[in-house]
Structure formats: C-alpha cells, structure tokens
C-alpha cells in the first residue's frame, strides 16, 4: 500500500511538471543532471567526476551542484570555491569534498535546493558548465541533459517502489533519460541482458562504464603508489558504502589479500572508539579503505598516524566515451528551453 502511494505520488508529480503546471528553474548556463532510480549505490558520483573533469579539460569554468547528503547544514554551502575544499565534510558531505579534493579547480556547491544552487554558482563564480548530482527526481531544477546511470548487477524488472523496494520512480521515467550508462559491467552476459532490459523502456542511447583504480594513496600523506603496489599484501579492508561489494572487487583488482574485512554504514560518521576497533582488529596489518571513507576519517588523522592505511583514487571510463561526449556536447549546446 505504501508503495501504490509513493507511486501514485510520483506520478502526479511527474505529469504537472510535463504538463507545466509544475515548471522548473532554468539556470543560465548549460546543466547536466547526471542520477539515477534507484535508492543509492548506483555508480553515480565516478560519472559525475568524470563529467566535471572532461569540462576543466576542456577549459570551462564548472560546478558541481548537490544535495550534500548526511551534511550537517542546511540551505547553501560553498564546499569549493575553485581552489580545493573550503567546507569539511560535516557541513559539506563526504562525496562533495571528495569531489573538491580530487578536482581542486572544480566548484563543488552543497544545496537542497539545486536551482538556488545553481544560481549560486553562476553568480559567485561565473561558471560555464553545472553538474547537477542525484537530480534525476529533482525536476525543479531544469536541466539540458539527464544522464541515468544504472547498476548493470541488478535486474531493476525483479524491484519495487520505495519503501517496499529501492526504486525511487517506475522504470518508465527512463523515458526522460537522455542517455543511460550501465556501470558495474564486470558480468558480460549479465550486462548485456541490462543493455536489452533497458532498451524495451526507453529510447534513449545505452553507453557502457568501467570503474577501477589509477593510483594508490597514503592515508594523512601526498605519496603516491603505483596500483601493484599492495600485490600480495594481507591487509584488512574496510568501507562505509553503499554498495561494499564494489570496493572488495575492487581490493581484488590490486591484488589485496583481505585478512579480514569491515563494514560500516554509507557515510558513516567514524568515531574514536571505531578507530580503536579497526587498529585492534588490524594488528600489524595495514588497512585500505575507499577514498569516500578516508575523507570521514581526516578528524582522526592523529589516532592513524603510525597505521598502513591506503586507499585507492578511482576512475570511471567509458569504452565509447567519444560518442558520449559528442552527444552531451549536442545536448548542451542546443538553445535550453528552461534558460
């Protein structure tokens, strides 16, 4: 029952906003939304950085605009202002300071309301380009293209609406897709049968992702190590993520031998008494997390310090990343309708 009416819910609310009863805030400057329909751990964030680097590249001014999930604050927080984190991740949330430390050049703006953050953005730092973050439901926010991104693992036919499943909207709402990326496509058979699902409900182009690691970083230092680096080692693993899966895959990539392996909460709030865990259970063991968690971890810098602690820097790919960006390019340089 209340899944028939969270849906029912969704769908009225969907049909004002295509009927304009509802209308969303246009943003002066070029958007792409990038999210998802399901509720977390779809992949997301690694596309968002992606997109947001592929604009500095190109010599534009971009920001990202969040939500900030778990921060602390309300209404508009500057998170970067162009020059590396200005916010910590209390206030700002670990994924967008994440972000602003891997992209010291990117604008990363933490805001509830994204079309207020938009204008934030523009004004205050006369960006050319806005990455909205998990706003594929969030329709008060124009944009000029929806990317979907969708965990090729899970068969999304077989689930249900929240709160009885994890699909934040039916898997008609694709059809507002502009394009959908599969991520998490280790299972070939299995991510074809993806790609075929997705094509019976929407037209729009289906474009395949890879995730792995490019680097190895030190925990509380600048070095920086090869990805073979920890080959063979027996270490602990431990995350504080949606999907934890996706991290030992990811330990199994670098040749990592987990002794033994921790699971927190995603965004989990570190605290002493954890630390004091993770060093009893890991003994002389060096430890390696996710990049997420090590931005958690900064305020117990101290209690680590004579600790092995690693964590990878990931990096999503595309096998045809010329033909998704040449579509972005199209969809962002067309006159929007919404600006």
Known sequence: MLAMLYGAAMHLRNRA?????????????????????????????????????????????TAVVTRGYGRRTRGSIVVSDGAGAVASWEDGGDEPVMLARALPALAVVADEKRARGCALAVARFAVQRIVLDDAFQHRACARDADIVAVDAGRDLRGDALLPFGRLREPLSALRRASAVILTRCEDGPRTDAAERALHEETDAPVFRSAYGPVVLRRFGSETRLGTDALHGREMLTFCGIAVPASFLRTAEQLGVRSARHMDFNDHHPYTARD?????????????????????????????????????????????????????????????????
């Open 17 to 61: 906003f295509d009927r304009g009863i509802l209308r969303a805030h246009g943003c002066a400057v070029p958007v792409l939304s990038v999210g998802n329909v399901t509720a977390g751990g779809a992949g997301k964030t690694p596309l968002v950085a992606r997109f947001a680097e592929h604009f500095l590249d190109q010599g534009l001014r």
């Open 275 to 339: 630390i004091e865990r993770l060093r009893a259970v890991a003994g002389r063991r060096p430890m390696l997390t996710t990049e997420k968690d090590a931005v958690r971890l900064a305020a117990h810098a101290e209690m680590l310090s004579d600790m092995e602690l690693f964590y990878p820097v990931m990096r999503a790919t595309f096998p045809d990343e010329a033909g998704l960006f040449a579509l972005i390019e199209r969809l962002l340089s067309r006159p929007s309708e919404a600006a």
